[in-house]
Each structure stands twice: as structure tokens, then as C-alpha cells.
């Protein structure tokens, strides 16, 4: 049967994916927007937003210029800085060891990947448990040498602490992905590396690298996205503290919403957020697209 | 000034208040709850010891009253933002709240809470054996009342709008068996405190000397809390005018600072939990917080020093002041059910409930259940009183603005300090300037 060439042809596709585009502008749309819109208002929690309570720019205003979301910004960046680092130089390495099927590996892997299951306000519970001073298995492992560091209650060590929570609680996932892209490479262009001559780092350096790389940059930019929103783990370890060295920028905002109850400012606080990791997200996108470099 | 207080508050109760005879019987004798009989109310409920051992307690009014209770149980801090959601719509699911000593002037301002005079006053709902002159004076002023001086303070204007329960005073738990090893005599005064905290840290290897709370947030705000007004210092003053850097202030968070400095390991991040168990599990010799530790101090299962412990009054630094907090029991305005609400909060408070929570561990809200026999055996029953005199009601400033001061200001700029970050003068001095634009913005000197 011929395909008709004619209007309903045309629109079938549309129809199709509006039920999809309706849900999205709803669901993801609506909400940006209404945080948007709120963040010109000073509104407290359960309160109605009316015109008397526009203050247009006036809250971004206030927020930028405080210290205190200066700080909490920059303790953020640091904080996404580290972890995305050492998550991927570990999550590269373990992928590059464990890539072989070797005895037991379906095992070993199924492990690796465990601390990535647990909801995070449990990661934040357990690390806070492990990095206590005094009932700490930390500490008691430490006190073998004599010492024992008041992990929670020193800035430095405090922000060690978030750091390392998150490395093992993620280095799973840049390991799986990574992992998934090295089991993805032709198998050819490697032989053609040994036939070359190459020793096993410069295979790794000069072939698997690179064949990984369009990976590597989205792995680096869902990392990078979900640090910049960490919350729960310092929630749950140090409520932000000792000071601000560990307020990560969306605690900060959680507790203009829920602690101090004002919701535009809070609501603020997220659009900086949202400009902040989109035009994070567009620096890395823009310095190497894995779709640009596939042509499409 | 108790008995101005005490007058104040009958004067604004009313005399539907002060009718109440003793003692009351479980049931609803004399009063007409047979008509709320199958209704279902939905209480926010803390996770809380007190509240653990009042709940043991709920199929009970469920059997005498008909009314069935569903709790929505969360942890204390993390009640506000759902009391707030709730209580801000046309009807909220709520039909009583358990409610922090620091948001009730909120809460009033923002017409959350139903004016429980009225409610006393409806002899079909009030319990006819319901005496409230039996309640603890200062919890009943200090969690009840709102709109007098200052706007939360007893006196003319306030009302009442809650029913003091799992309320607190400050007292201090000293490890006997250390001090009597170092000689030192139970703390009368912030000097003999002091002294003898820089003793342990120095002779008991592995102890601290006072346990505090001080994690970043509204733990280490408490953990100030207990030394500025017995030092005399204000957070604001009656003008509203910040007072955080005044040299009553500034001594008292340079006490503060040495009792983390000679208090346990790593208690410069201690939440009340934290700050408690430190005390229970032997390794600080002092605690000096909320009488809570009564109940755990004998629990064998929560303490290793449960022999070793003796209780004295909040000591004496410029003055005797002790903390005066702790939760209390509303009626959100906007429950469908008010009356059943209102039945559930006497029953809950009065004597005999009261007694028998108290016994298991709770903490007590009446007079007469300090009196009664199976307490005293387990509660040290004339320390209790002591601290009850010095309670203060303005402990903290319940306004409207104090939670962001003591959790966006003092919560971090305090914890700044105590971990050595930041001198203190020129901190508080910015804690202060901080707190001054927090009440501008809130308007407090509109002239």
C-alpha cells in the first residue's frame, strides 16, 4: 500500500510525541519557571505570592552580595572541583584493572557498584557514623598510631570528610560507565596498537583513552552536575558546618527554604544554581562535544 | 516576679482557667466527648524520648474517648516546615501539633493556632477535673502564652494557646565519682565549672570536662544559649537592638569557647544526641543541658554511669539563669476537628497521664506529679524545683525572625569560633551587624 504524502502524514509524528512534550512542559518545565517567577517575590513558606511582595531584582541582589552565599558557592566549586577529579582518575583506573574476565570479576564488580544503591541521607548516616570521633571505626583504626582527629569538628577535615563520602559513594558510577565504553572499543584498533609495538600504557594512552573520551565528558558532566547539587550527605554529616566549610550551595538553599521559610530568596538562590551548572555544563559541552565530534 | 507572673496569667486566662478541681480520673468524667466518639485526628508527633513513652499511652485515650489517633512522627527540627505547609491551607491535615518552644510566637502572629481560654471555658468540652493551676508555672507561661511583652513573654496581652508538654529546664549532671576523685566539690558557680573542667581535661586522659551541643546550625546556638543569660548577656534587647557583641555576651562566648577546648574529643561538632552520650558513656565528666537526662542517666542501657551521677542548679556565673524550652501540645486553626483535638490534649496533660509518663522516664509537666511518690523515687525530684526556679522565659527571643538568627547568624558565625576559625570580638561584633539586617528587613525600627 502506498503511504499517503498528505497532511495527517505530516502531523503523525507531532501527535505522537505530544503526550511526551506535554508531560515535560509540565513536569520539568513549569516548575523552572515558577522558581523563576517566585524568585522575584519575598515570600515566606505558606504564604500566597501577591504584588505587595514584589521586590523584582532586589533578592538576587541581596543574595549575591552575601557573604554567606559567596562562601557556600565556593565551598561548592571546591567541593565538585575534588570529587569529580579523583572520582574519575578511580573510576578510570578501576574500569582499565577490572576490565578483564577474569575468576570472580561478576562478583567483584556486583561489590563495586553497591555504595551507589544506598539513598544518600544512609551514606551520610553511615560516614558519619565512621568519621566519629569517639565510636568511629576510623578513629579506632587510627588510634593504632596514636591519633584521633575530630573529623566532623575541624573545617579542613570536615570538608575531607564530605570529599571522601562522595568519592566512594560515586566512583561506581564513572567505573560503570567507563567500564561499559572500554568493553565498547573495537578490539581491532588495539591488536593494531600491539602489532604496532605499543607497551600497555601506550595503549592505553594513545588508543583507549581517546575511544573513550566522548564517554568520559558525559560521565564528567553528570558527575559534575550531581556535585554541584549534593545535599543530603552533608546534611546528614555536618549540617553544613563547622562554620560554613561544608555548606554546599544547595544546603544553603534548602535552608532559606525550610529554615529560614523564605522561599524567594531561596528560589533565587536556585536560578544562581541553575545559571551556574548550565553555563558549567556549556564550557564542558562546548570544549568537547561527543556529539559534535560523531558529526551529528 | 513569680507572683506577678502568676497573677498576669490568671488575669489573662480568665476564670474558666482556674476552676479545674483535682484530681482527675481517666475518662472524660463530667464532660460531653461522647459525640466526637469514631472521629480520627492526625497529629505531627516528634521522635523524641518523651514522646516515645506518651505514645505507649495513646490506644488508652483511644479506648476511653472512641477518637482514633494516627501519628505523623518526625524527627523535632523537621516538624516546622510541615506544621507550616499544613497549618497554611484552608484545611490542613493536622488536628494537633507538637510545637518548639521557638516557633510559637510565629505561628500565633500568623493566625496558626486556636486560643485555647475559649476552648477551657466550654464546660462540655473541658474536663471538669482538669486543673491547670497544677501545671508547672514557668512551662505553662513559657510554652502556653503569646502576645504579652515582647510578644512571648507573660503578661498583659498574652494568651493562651498551648499546653505545655515534654517542657524543660537546664540542670547540671556531674560524674561523682570523678569529682570526688580530684576533690573537687559539685559546681555552685560557672568559676567552680570552669575550674573543674580544666581539671579533668588535665588529670583524666581520654575525658572531657563539660559535654555541649555545638554542631554548625541551631545545636550550637543552644550550646551558647546556656551561658549567656547567666552571664547576663541579651541576644537582643528590648528595642530589638542586637546585643551578641556586648561584653556580657563576648565573656560568655569566651566560656563557651574553653568548655570545647577542655570538653570531650571532637565536641565541636556534637548535636544533642552526640552531646548527651558523651555525658552516658563516661566520657565527659560534666553535662549541663536539659533535664532530659534524667530519664537516660538511669537507663542501664543508655548509660554506663548510671551510679555515678549526681544533679545540681544550673551554677551561678553573673546571675542564676537556667534554659526554659522544650514542646508543647496546640490545636492548628484550621483542623476540622478542634474538639477531638482539644480532648487529646487534656487527656495526654493531665495528672494521671502525666505521673505514669513521668515514672517510665518522660519529663513531667505538673506539680502534683513531682509530689508523687513513684517519681521521687527516681527523679531527683528537689534538684528539679531548684532548676524549675530559675527558668528563664526569656531564655532566647521567640520572635518571629529567631529561627534564622539562631541557624543563618549565631549557628555559624558561633561555630566559626568555637573551631578556632575566627577571634570572637570581631565575629560576634559581625553576628551582631548580621542580626541588625535580618530585623531591619523584618521591620522592627519603623519609626
Not at chain 1, 572520582?87 to 562478583?107: D, H, Y
Not at chain 1, 548516616?125 to 576510623?138: E, Q, S
Not at chain 1, 594512552?205 to 568520559?216: G, M, N, S, T, W
Not at chain 2, 523524641?48 to 474517648?65: G, Q, V, W
Request: aromatic share 10%; with cysteine; glycine share 8%.
Amino acid at each position: 500500500m502506498k503511504p499517503s504524502m498528505g497532511l495527517d502524514r505530516r502531523l503523525t509524528p507531532y501527535i505522537f510525541a505530544a503526550p511526551a512534550v506535554v508531560i515535560m512542559l509540565f513536569g520539568l518545565l513549569y516548575p523552572v519557571v515558577e522558581a523563576f517567577r517566585l524568585s522575584f517575590y519575598e515570600v515566606r513558606l505558606g504564604e500566597q505570592v501577591t504584588p505587595q511582595a514584589f521586590r523584582g531584582f532586589a533578592i538576587f541582589a541581596e543574595a549575591l552580595s552575601d557573604s554567606s552565599v559567596q562562601q557556600s558557592m565556593a565551598v561548592t566549586l571546591q567541593f565538585s572541583a575534588v570529587v569529580v577529579l579523583v572520582e574519575m582518575v578511580l573510576g578510570v583506573g578501576l574500569a582499565l584493572m577490572l576490565e578483564k574476565p577474569l575468576r570472580g570479576m561478576i562478583v567483584f564488580r556486583t561489590l563495586l557498584v553497591l555504595p551507589m544503591m544506598i539513598a544518600p541521607i544512609c551514606v551520610g548516616l553511615i560516614w558519619r557514623y565512621m568519621f566519629d570521633v569517639n565510636v568511629g571505626p576510623i578513629n579506632s583504626w587510627l588510634s593504632v598510631f596514636g591519633v584521633k582527629p575530630a573529623w566532623l569538628a575541624e573545617p579542613g577535615l570536615a570538608f575531607f570528610a564530605i570529599c571522601v563520602t562522595d568519592i566512594w559513594q560515586f566512583t561506581p558510577f564513572v567505573f560503570i560507565l567507563a567500564l561499559a565504553g572500554l568493553q565498547g572499543i573495537d578490539q581491532s584498533s588495539i591488536e593494531a596498537a600491539k602489532m604496532d609495538g605499543a607497551t600497555p600504557l601506550q595503549i592505553i594512552r594513545y588508543v583507549k583513552l581517546p575511544l573513550l573520551a566522548p564517554i568520559l565528558m558525559i560521565t564528567i558532566l553528570m558527575r559534575l552536575i550531581d556535585a554541584l547539587r549534593g545535599l543530603e550527605v552533608v546534611y546528614a554529616m555536618t549540617n553544613g558546618g563547622p562554620g560554613l566549610s561544608t555548606e554546599l550551595f544547595s544546603l544553603h538553599i534548602y535552608k532559606s527554604a525550610f529554615v529560614t521559610q523564605r522561599m524567594g530568596h531561596s528560589a533565587a538562590l536556585s536560578v544562581c544554581l541553575l545559571i551556574v551548572t548550565t553555563a558549567l555544563s556549556a564550557l564542558l559541552l562546548m570544549w568537547s562535544n561527543p556529539l559534535r565530534q560523531k558529526g551529528r | 516576679m513569680t507572683i506577678t507572673r502568676r497573677t498576669a496569667l490568671k488575669a489573662t486566662l480568665g476564670s474558666a482557667l482556674t476552676a479545674f478541681p483535682l484530681p482527675y480520673a481517666a475518662g472524660a468524667a463530667g464532660t460531653d466527648w461522647s459525640k466526637l466518639k469514631g472521629q480520627s485526628i492526625v497529629i505531627n508527633w516528634p521522635s523524641h524520648p518523651h514522646f516515645d513513652i506518651a505514645k505507649k499511652l495513646i490506644p488508652e485515650f483511644t479506648a476511653a474517648t472512641g477518637i482514633k489517633v494516627e501519628l505523623d512522627e518526625m524527627q523535632y527540627l523537621r516538624m516546622k516546615d510541615a506544621q507550616v505547609l499544613q497549618m497554611s491551607k484552608p484545611q490542613g491535615d493536622y488536628d494537633v501539633i507538637v510545637y518548639v518552644i521557638m516557633w510559637k510566637t510565629e505561628y500565633v502572629q500568623r493566625n496558626f493556632l486556636t486560643e485555647l481560654a475559649p476552648l477551657f471555658a466550654n464546660d462540655a468540652l473541658a474536663m471538669k477535673d482538669y486543673n491547670k493551676d497544677d501545671i508547672i508555672t514557668a512551662y505553662l507561661e513559657g510554652l502556653g502564652l503569646v502576645g504579652g511583652p515582647r510578644g512571648y513573654l507573660p503578661g498583659p496581652g498574652a494568651k493562651l494557646y498551648g499546653i505545655p508538654y515534654g517542657a524543660e529546664c537546664s540542670v547540671l549532671a556531674y560524674r561523682k565519682d570523678i569529682f570526688a576523685k580530684h576533690n573537687l566539690a559539685p559546681p555552685k558557680t560557672y568559676d567552680d565549672m570552669l575550674a573543674a573542667a580544666r581539671t579533668v581535661k588535665e588529670k583524666e586522659p581520654g575525658m572531657g570536662g563539660l559535654t555541649q551541643r555545638a554542631q554548625a546550625g541551631h545545636q550550637v546556638t543552644a550550646g551558647w544559649l546556656m551561658h549567656l543569660t547567666p552571664y547576663d548577656g541579651l541576644v537582643i534587647d528590648n528595642k530589638f537592638e542586637p546585643r551578641v557583641s556586648d561584653p556580657a555576651a563576648i565573656k560568655a562566648t569566651e566560656v563557651y569557647k574553653e568548655f570545647i577546648d577542655t570538653g570531650p574529643a571532637g565536641g565541636a561538632a556534637f548535636d544533642f544526641g552526640q552531646c548527651i552520650n558523651s555525658f552516658l558513656q563516661g566520657q565527659s565528666a560534666m553535662y549541663c543541658d536539659s533535664i532530659s537526662i534524667f530519664g537516660p542517666a538511669r537507663d542501664p542501657s543508655k548509660s554506663k554511669v548510671t551510679e555515678t551521677v549526681g544533679y545540681v542548679v544550673h551554677p551561678k556565673a553573673a546571675k542564676y539563669s537556667g534554659e526554659l524550652g522544650g514542646f508543647g501540645l496546640a490545636i492548628p486553626k484550621n483542623s476540622a476537628k478542634r474538639d477531638a483535638a482539644f480532648a487529646f490534649i487534656q487527656w495526654m496533660t493531665a495528672a494521671q497521664q502525666d505521673v505514669r509518663v513521668t515514672a517510665q522516664g518522660g519529663q513531667p509537666t505538673r506539680w502534683s506529679t513531682l509530689d508523687h511518690p513513684d517519681v521521687k523515687k527516681i527523679y531527683p525530684v528537689d534538684t528539679y524545683r531548684e532548676c524549675l526556679k530559675i527558668a528563664n522565659p526569656d531564655w532566647r527571643p521567640i520572635i518571629n525572625e529567631w529561627t534564622e538568627i539562631s541557624e543563618k547568624v549565631l549557628g555559624i558565625r558561633l561555630s566559626e569560633i568555637i573551631t578556632g576559625k575566627a577571634p570572637i570580638k570581631p565575629t560576634m561584633d559581625r553576628a551582631a551587624a548580621e542580626i541588625k539586617t535580618i530585623m531591619t528587613r523584618a521591620g522592627y525600627y519603623k519609626t
